[in-house]
């Protein structure tokens, strides 16, 4: 092995030399250095030089196995293709219900539901901050009533439901057991996710309500709760994609996003419950960004890394501690408002690296993603473009298609360095809340986007239609999804019912209880349950907990 | 009461004074020709908060607004941020973590850069500061910079000067012996939560020990509250002994200007021909740095530490 | 003297990028920038600009709420007298709003595509135009 590898890296100086040379300067390269989307230096060839440090059976192996680089499945898409899942989400429940069963009707498998800011944030629709807010990027639930209707006719045994929700989510996922309660389902046989992942709030999305401490107790009884209740059910989605686009290198979106599940699994064991009981359940989210090599690397690297934490670190047993599962989306601020249509290309080539990697689950951007919400036409094609990756291209037919290639597997080992580089440099700054409270991944992922807007104004990369081939004299106009401005006045309309109908006594004794037990270190969802099903708000609940927690007021950096 | 009218032609005031446009003669009268001169004006409590970055001052501050107004005081705030030395812009971002005091006309909170001025704080700090003072708030806080070094220019406009620290911010116990015992009037561990928190104010007890006056180290978590009455208590302690900083804000005075004069003493004896010949000796590689400063110190005058 | 800005997040969405990019490149243009932090109401929004006394207030916007939250800055700036104090709005805001907008007093859109170069030169040019130095005009008619 050693002197081929010798062999290979002195035919390359030869070749650089002998055939290079004289070719760059007759005729240069365009620019001096090739970057990836994410920031990573691209060498101009690779050779099994490159990859002598890479052991196929330590550090690829075979799918279904450790270290799952390939995937967490032995048969992966031969068995069953991904879960298409496209997120939905505008007006009330009942708007919402409507766009579901369209999309089921056209042969969607999961549902993903997107919330209106004031339901993200723990406002009821009657406050004064969700002004202009109810129904706009989301659908608006305020009471266990709304999310009645939101899932009316769909069969919740059979059917995956996934909310995008975070500080509120463990009041979501209370309403949603009340719901199937009241509808009669078996709550063991629920399947489905909540986002539920704090963390990445205070780096990224910023959708909050208390601070990082009594945030993660919340997010602590999730899953203790769904460990003892909820066999089949995800209580957190630990999620990289807001972190890549608020401008993060694909090393931070995947070393962030992975400390993080890290601090969840330390929060839960010190607990007292065994991480085998749980961590099965925990599933992760990433986006599939444009640049396609990159992309694949970074969710086979993923893999990699969380298997070697759980096991290195946690002292996982079971597989299904260890392999990582993950939802994707691709990429929003890839998107342009010019020339809309040219989106559907860039969707497509991001939903193919999503496939290439070995995603789980799939959300692919309506082409009018940086004009509003999608429009129903937008969120079809989009649909259909995971279904012609499915049905036509045939990349499922064998698993983990690109491994092998040198510089694929280089960049995947490189990307898992920098997220062990970066373990460590948080354990050394006393852990992820530590590390929160201190902003140092906010003052990272500062830096990393402020780098990219530069090379992106550099021009670094063409944005095709707005910095190379503009087009100023035809931009297509598309139509676009409107605001139905009566949504607002038709919640506030279903809120006022509710309150009416309710037991206002039971509701505010509901609310003690909930204050009483968060005072305590009882889990909050039997509590949370209770008030849900005596029709307390969100609102409601979460104002009652704001003298308990305390409310976060960022630290802004630049 | 302040009026709301009044929060206008304030700022606008400092703007003039910040901008060199008018001086603080000209725009305090301008400013009591708009009717905004109360009654025994001229007499504001003024507290200066100084310490290094990530010490909490401006949630601290929020803490110290919060408790002035439950007293039925009205409250200005002049918070400094640092100035680029290169671009000469600034991000100011103190009134962050006081926005929500926003809707209460009792408070006022305007951030300045520093501009071109060391210190902690801007040139116009102390004419924003009295004309806050002139519009008719019963307090005025001043937040300093905080940019790590030892900010003395406050003494000069602060009656009640409160150092804020943190624990295991390393060397912050060495940060304050470099100068700050001469300035605070009581020391603040913010964070007290956090691992050390006890260590540090025993260490800074010691300190105060070995000098003159009698400053006391309270610990405080200005996210939650914890220990902000203790520090209510203590301002309320200073406030009634104003006269004290008289004597301090002289000695800085003359301080600073024995340095200025020492400063200039030290330029004009690298001018003289003795000096000029050990400089071009260790132009010419003859001597290192370090002997060249051995043997010009002697020359300056002031007095000489080995190094 | 250097121009100031109030760079405002209003609304409950927390796309901060885009604003804090704008932020820190208005700094490094030599301005002085003061940031509200998120999730700010429009009253917070006036007060800050009020207290600061900003040449510029620029809003930047995600969440759809921009026909909601535009006309009460407006208004209350109208409210406190400061309505020399030109407002300029930034992130998704679809076409057909701007002129809606702009008929409101709004002085520019800055839509996503806009480098921070423009932002940078249409900032200036906006104050001359408004005659930066308010102050000044102030100082002049007070002697």
Redesign the interface.
């Known amino acids: 092995m050693q002197t081929t590898e010798k062999t290979i890296a002195d035919e390359q100086r030869e070749w650089e030399q002998l055939t290079l040379l004289p070719f760059t300067a007759r005729r240069p390269e365009s620019r001096e250095a090739f970057r990836t989307q994410g920031g990573a230096v691209l060498e101009r060839v690779y050779t099994p030089a490159h990859v002598a440090d890479i052991d196929f059976s330590r550090d690829i192996g075979f799918p279904g196995q450790f270290p799952y680089t390939r995937g967490p499945y032995p048969t992966m898409y031969r068995a069953q293709p991904w879960t298409m899942r496209q997120i939905a989400g505008f007006g009330t429940a009942d708007d919402t219900n409507a766009r579901f069963r369209f999309l089921i009707a056209q042969g969607q498998t999961g549902i993903s539901t997107d919330f209106d800011m004031p339901t993200l944030m723990g406002y009821d629709s009657d406050d004064v901050r969700s002004e202009g807010e109810v129904g706009r990027e989301g659908v608006a639930i305020d009471s266990v009533d709304d999310m009645l209707d939101l899932y009316a006719g769909i069969d919740l045994e059979q059917i995956s439901v996934s909310m995008t929700i975070n500080p509120s989510a463990w009041i979501l996922l209370a309403m949603y057991l009340v719901v199937a309660e009241e509808r009669g389902f078996d709550r063991t046989k629920l399947s489905g996710t909540i986002q539920n992942d704090i963390i990445k709030e205070y780096v990224a999305q910023k959708e909050w309500v208390y601070p990082p401490r009594p945030a993660m107790r919340i997010v602590r009884d999730t899953i203790t709760y769904s460990a003892q209740h909820l066999p089949r059910y995800n209580p957190v989605n630990v999620s990289g994609y807001h972190t890549r686009e608020a401008g993060s290198t694909a090393i931070q979106e995947v070393a962030f996003t992975l400390a993080a599940g890290i601090a969840y699994v330390e929060e839960v064991v010190k607990a007292g419950i065994d991480v085998d009981d749980f961590a099965p359940r925990l599933s992760f989210f990433f986006v599939s960004q444009i640049d396609f090599l990159e992309e694949v690397a970074k969710f086979r690297a993923a893999r990699r890394v969380w298997a070697r934490a759980m096991k290195e670190r946690f002292g996982a047993r079971k597989p299904e501690s260890m392999r990582l599962r993950f939802h994707c989306q691709t990429a929003g601020v890839s998107c342009t408002a010019r020339e809309p249509l040219n989106n559907i290309a860039r969707t497509a080539i991001e939903a193919l690296a999503a496939v290439c990697g070995g995603a789980q689950s799939l959300h692919t951007n309506g082409y009018d993603e940086a004009l509003s919400i999608p429009s129903e036409p937008a969120m079809k094609i989009a649909l259909r473009t995971q279904q012609i990756i499915a049905e036509e291209v045939g990349i499922g037919g064998t698993i983990d298609p690109l491994a092998g290639s040198y510089a694929l597997e280089r960049l995947t080992a490189d990307i898992e360095k920098g997220c062990f580089d970066y373990f460590a440099e948080v354990d050394k700054r006393g852990g992820v809340v530590k590390c929160l409270e201190d902003n140092y991944f906010q003052m990272e992922l500062a830096d990393a986007a402020y780098d990219l807007h530069r090379r992106k104004e550099a021009s670094e990369r063409h944005i095709v239609s707005v910095t190379k081939y503009r087009d100023d004299s035809a931009n297509p106009v598309v139509e676009l999804h409107h605001a139905d401005e009566g949504a607002a006045d038709r919640q506030l309309a279903r809120l006022r019912k509710t309150k009416a109908a309710r037991d206002a006594n039971a509701v505010s004794r509901a609310l003690d209880e909930i204050v009483r037990v968060a005072k305590t270190d009882e889990n909050l969802m039997p509590a949370t349950i209770a008030a849900v099903k005596a029709r307390a708000t969100g609102g409601e609940i979460v104002n009652a907990l704001r003298p308990v927690f305390g409310t976060y007021v960022e630290t802004p950096v630049f | 009461m302040i009026a709301r009218r009044a929060h206008r032609d304030l700022a606008r005031a400092i703007t003039s004074v910040e901008n060199g446009i008018a001086d603080y003669q000209v725009t305090a009268a301008r400013l009591a020709a708009q009717g905004h001169r109360r009654e025994g004006a001229g007499h504001a409590a003024i507290i200066g908060v100084t310490g290094p970055p990530g010490a909490g001052k401006s949630t601290l501050v929020d803490r110290l607004i919060e408790g002035f107004r439950a007293n039925g005081e009205t409250v200005a705030v002049i918070a400094v941020d640092p100035s680029s030395p290169f671009t000469h812009g600034a991000v100011l971002g103190d009134r962050v973590r006081m926005q929500r005091h926003a809707g209460d006309a009792g408070v006022f909170i305007r951030s300045m850069a520093s501009r071109s001025a060391g210190g902690g704080l801007a040139p116009a700090t102390r004419d924003a500061v009295r004309l806050a003072d002139a519009a008719g708030f019963d307090v005025v806080v001043v937040e300093t910079v905080g940019v790590g070094q030892v900010e003395l220019e406050i003494v000069a406009v602060a009656d009640v000067i409160v150092v804020v620290t943190v624990p295991a911010l390393g060397d912050s116990v060495q940060t304050i012996k470099a100068g700050l015992t001469e300035i605070a009037d009581i020391f603040v561990v913010n964070m007290a939560d956090r691992p050390g928190a006890n260590a540090t104010a025993v260490d800074l007890k010691h300190m105060v020990r070995e000098g003159k006056r009698e400053i006391p180290v309270l610990q405080t978590i200005a996210r939650d509250g914890t220990g902000v009455s203790e520090l209510f208590a203590a301002l309320g302690a200073r406030r009634g002994a104003e006269d004290s900083n008289a004597v301090r804000a002289v000695r800085f005075e003359l301080v600073r200007r024995a340095r200025d004069e020492a400063v200039r003493h030290a330029l004009a004896a690298l001018d003289s021909p003795d000096a000029a010949a050990i400089l071009e000796r260790l132009r010419a590689h003859e001597l290192t740095r370090n002997d060249a400063i051995d043997l010009l110190l002697p020359m300056l005058g002031g007095p000489v530490h080995a190094h | 003297?250097?121009i100031k800005v109030l760079v405002a997040k209003p609304?409950?969405?927390?796309?901060?990028?885009g604003a804090?990019?704008v932020?820190?490149a208005?700094?490094?243009?030599?301005?002085?920038?003061?940031?509200?932090?998120?999730?700010?109401?429009p009253?917070?929004i006036v007060?800050?600009a009020?207290?600061?006394?900003v040449d510029v207030v620029g809003v930047s916007i995600l969440?759809?709420?921009h026909?909601?939250?535009f006309p009460k800055i407006m208004a209350l700036l109208k409210e406190?007298?400061?309505d020399d104090i030109a407002v300029v709005g930034g992130g998704?805001i679809?076409e057909a709003d701007i002129p809606k907008l702009k008929a409101l007093g709004v002085r520019e859109i800055f839509?996503?595509?806009a480098?921070?170069?423009e932002l940078i030169d249409g900032i200036e040019r906006i104050v001359g135009e408004t005659g930066r130095?308010?102050?000044?005009r102030?100082?002049g008619a007070?002697?």
């Open positions: 003297m250097p609304g409950l969405d927390g796309h901060d990028r804090k990019i932020a820190r208005l700094r490094d243009a030599g301005m002085e920038v003061v940031y509200t932090g998120l999730h700010q109401t009253e917070m007060t800050a009020v207290q600061e006394d969440s759809g709420a026909m909601t939250i406190h007298d400061v998704v679809q839509n996503a595509e480098t921070t170069q130095d308010r102050s000044r102030e100082a007070a002697r």
